[in-house]
């Protein structure tokens, strides 16, 4: 059977479809192969978020040239957003795709990929679905550590963000059974996972209706019910989830996640922007009193859960004081971590048709390297007031830097560095915290009190 080498671009999301994509076509009997040149199909799930994202795809597919040169059986399929957005456009662009899957047909690929054998033939399969959730299939985990792994929980988004194009690339929001969330999450823990990661475009939507329920009334599973059947799961099992939306991020969840142990302490919630007129032209459905408020819930339940956001520069008629309110919202809420992007208009938004992208590009830049270097300062600053405090970590694996080194994470998601000595990568243990840089902790093994292990 055929060999198939599948590359992934964007969120995690994406990761997690790849490892769907992988299982349905290993069950069909195909290999995975590690590098591009052994294989009879390179499959590339792509990202359609920004420009740049898009951009990098077609310049992977020019690389890909030489290499179709050299072996004219080999075929590229494009997968996942981009495939979505341009459908049999891109195949036309790029002559070296053969077909193009959008993130609702990956079942469709094992015939695609026998139809496409023959030179010449193109093929597309870019239905949206509104109940795909693909829960049947366990998936084939890719390139992971053997520790931590995603469980895809809802797929889709419908909140239609001016800017964003997820909407029309992933289709309506529908929720997984469950059930087989709760048994892939099982079945990850005794084969030795110690970390799933709950993914959906907004978690905080999940909601199941299950109509067979007691009496024949609807029982509902909502997000912090999930949360927590998985975290009943096992104590020794880490759960995390991503992405938030703050307009319904809500006071059961944090509730659920206070009393767990097992939960980890770090909510990713995205801002966008700190200025009430540009939540409004961006239809976040929250302005900046709302998003504080669910801050001050977070830390009212728990004082050490860290905070992370997303965050966009220079969207359609951002002022110097719409800015000015972003810089004020980062030193307010004081982030542990940003994800913080230039604003790129994408074809079919709501801004693309309605609103112009007026900020020129170098205030954009220049407004984004202001915002990257307070949250630079800021996460410093916080790292620094973890130093002397006890951490029970996960470990991962070994520092990029030494291999007398390994790396793990806090609860909250931060990685702390230490000298390895007889530590493996999957354990708990506890290091006491003895200096830092912006990104990284480091330090050293000890008990729980913080007395250390070692000379
Ligand atoms: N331009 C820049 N950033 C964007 N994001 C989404 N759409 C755009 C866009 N058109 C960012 C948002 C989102 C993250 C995944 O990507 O911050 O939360
Ligand atoms: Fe990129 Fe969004 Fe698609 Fe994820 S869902 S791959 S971030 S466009």
């Not at 795709?97 to 870019?126: H, N």
Request: aromatic content about 8%.
């Amino acid at each position: 059977m055929f060999n198939i080498y599948i590359e992934t671009y964007g969120c995690q999301m994406n990761f997690a479809d790849s490892e769907v994509v992988a299982s349905l076509l290993t069950k069909r009997g195909c290999s995975l192969v590690g590098e591009a040149e052994k294989a009879d199909y390179i499959l590339i799930n792509t990202c359609a978020i920004r420009d740049n994202a898009e951009q990098r795809i077609r310049k992977r597919l020019h690389e890909l040239r030489a290499l179709q040169q050299r072996r004219p059986a080999l075929r590229i399929g494009i997968l996942g957003c981009m495939a979505e957005r341009l459908q049999h456009r891109l195949m036309t662009e790029e002559e070296n795709v053969s077909f193009v899957v959008g993130p609702d047909s990956y079942r469709r690929l094992p015939d695609l990929l026998d139809k496409v054998r023959q030179p010449g033939i193109k093929e597309a399969a870019t239905e949206l679905s509104t109940t795909e959730t693909y829960s049947d299939i366990e998936p084939v985990r890719l390139g992971g550590n053997g520790i931590s792994a995603y469980i895809s929980i809802m797929r889709g988004c419908q909140n239609y963000c001016a800017y964003c194009v997820v909407p029309y690339t992933r289709g309506r929001e529908r929720s997984r059974d469950p059930e087989t969330i709760v048994a892939e999450a099982r079945s990850l823990a005794s084969q030795g996972y110690k970390e799933v990661t709950l993914l959906g475009q907004n978690v905080n939507s999940y909601r199941w209706r299950n109509s067979s329920g007691q009496n024949g009334l609807e029982d509902e599973v909502t997000f912090p019910e999930l949360m927590r059947r998985v975290a009943e799961v096992s104590p020794q099992l880490r759960v995390r989830f991503a992405t938030s939306h703050p307009k319904d991020l809500s006071d059961d969840l944090l509730r659920v996640m206070a009393s767990y142990p097992n939960i980890c302490k770090c909510i990713h919630l995205p801002v966008q922007s700190g200025s009430d007129r540009m939540l409004k032209l961006m239809n976040r459905h929250y302005d900046s009193a709302w998003y504080l408020d669910r801050i001050a819930a977070i830390r009212r339940f728990m004082p050490d859960c860290s905070i992370t956001t997303d965050v966009i520069a220079g969207f359609c008629t951002e002022t110097e004081e719409d800015h000015r309110q972003t810089l004020d919202i980062f030193r307010r809420v004081r982030y542990d971590y940003a994800y913080m992007f230039k604003f790129s208009m994408r074809p079919d938004t709501y801004a693309a048709k309605h609103l112009a992208d007026d900020v020129p590009d170098d205030v954009k830049t220049r407004r984004l390297e202001e915002i990257i270097a307070l949250q630079g300062q800021v996460a410093l600053e916080n790292n620094r007031t973890e130093i002397g405090r006890v951490f029970e970590i996960l470990v991962e694996g070994e520092s990029h830097r030494s291999r007398e080194q390994l790396f793990g994470r806090t609860s909250q998601n931060k990685v702390v560095v230490f000298d390895r000595h007889d530590v493996k990568p999957g354990d708990y243990v506890f290091v006491k915290v003895c200096d830092c840089t912006a990104a990284t902790l480091k330090g050293v093994l000890s008990d729980s009190c913080g007395t250390p292990l070692f000379g």
